[in-house]
T-cell receptor, first 115, second 114 residues
Framework: TQLLEQSPQFLSIQEGENLTVYCNSSSVFSSLQWYRQEPGEGPVLLVTVVTGGEVKKLKRLTFQFGDARKDSSLHITAAQPGDTGLYLCAGAKRAGGTSYGKLTFGQGTILTVHP | DAGVTQSPTHLIKTRGQQVTLRCSPISGHKSVSWYQQVLGQGPQFIFQYYEKEERGRGNFPDRFSARQFPNYSSELNVNALLLGDSALYLC?????????????FGPGTRLTVT
């Protein structure tokens, strides 16, 4: 069962274009993280959002957590070839009254930015 | 400071064999988690260890086991390897204790089972 659905799965754009990646779920998450992964490497943490409606900005990247904490989006302005990579959203939720560091990942969005 | 390190980087095994993967967390991090990432998919949670105890387990068979040492490094063991175990195995450490959501990943060990 895929608890987090990312869309689109593939995105191929030209340098300078804007794009948005979506991460949706029917479940409520305590927090949501966005990671970027390059081939042959582990995911690199970009941001963590914990409050419903929260918006965080990281240079040209804008992250938003849905009001109900079930969805999130990543918007990139003026994409550059260096933004190319696999973008993963990951949610964390409490279980059984306690919480532990289990992340549930979406299947990822492969972004290619052409010069 | 050094990030999460994993060894080996690549490994080729045959079906039925056993494998041990190793992970050293970021200095000061006491929580280590293991994930399996099959090509084309997001990572799947296998285990979390905190203060040398198993704190969480994903939906993986008993062929998968792990442990954490007093220096907080960790090993993941997989017995009776199957072709479907071929994947990138990722280790992640967390700075804020057992309940930390922020995890910092190592480069992974690429396991190929033939």
């Amino acid at each position: 069962t895929q608890l987090l659905e990312q869309s689109p799965q593939f995105l191929s754009i030209q340098e300078g274009e804007n794009l948005t990646v979506y991460c949706n779920s029917s479940s409520v998450f305590s927090s949501l993280q966005w990671y970027r992964q390059e081939p042959g490497e582990g995911p690199v943490l970009l941001v963590t959002v914990v409050t419903g409606g929260e918006v965080k900005k990281l240079k040209r990247l804008t992250f938003q957590f849905g009001d109900a904490r079930k969805d999130s989006s990543l918007h990139i302005t003026a994409a550059q070839p260096g933004d190319t990579g696999l973008y993963l959203c990951a949610g964390a939720k409490r279980a059984g009254g306690t919480s532990y560091g289990k992340l549930t990942f979406g299947q990822g969005t492969i972004l290619t930015v052409h010069p | 400071d050094a990030g999460v390190t994993q060894s080996p980087t690549h490994l080729i095994k045959t079906r039925g064999q056993q494998v041990t993967l190793r992970c050293s967390p970021i200095s000061g991090h006491k929580s280590v988690s293991w994930y399996q990432q099959v090509l084309g998919q997001g990572p799947q949670f296998i285990f979390q260890y905190y203060e040398k105890e198993e704190r969480g387990r994903g939906n993986f068979p008993d062929r998968f086991s792990a442990r954490q040492f007093p220096n907080y490094s960790s090993e993941l063991n997989v017995n009776a390897l199957l072709l479907g175990d071929s994947a990138l195995y990722l280790c992640a450490s967390s700075p804020y204790g057992m309940s930390s959501y922020e995890q910092y990943f190592g480069p992974g060990t690429r396991l190929t089972v033939t």
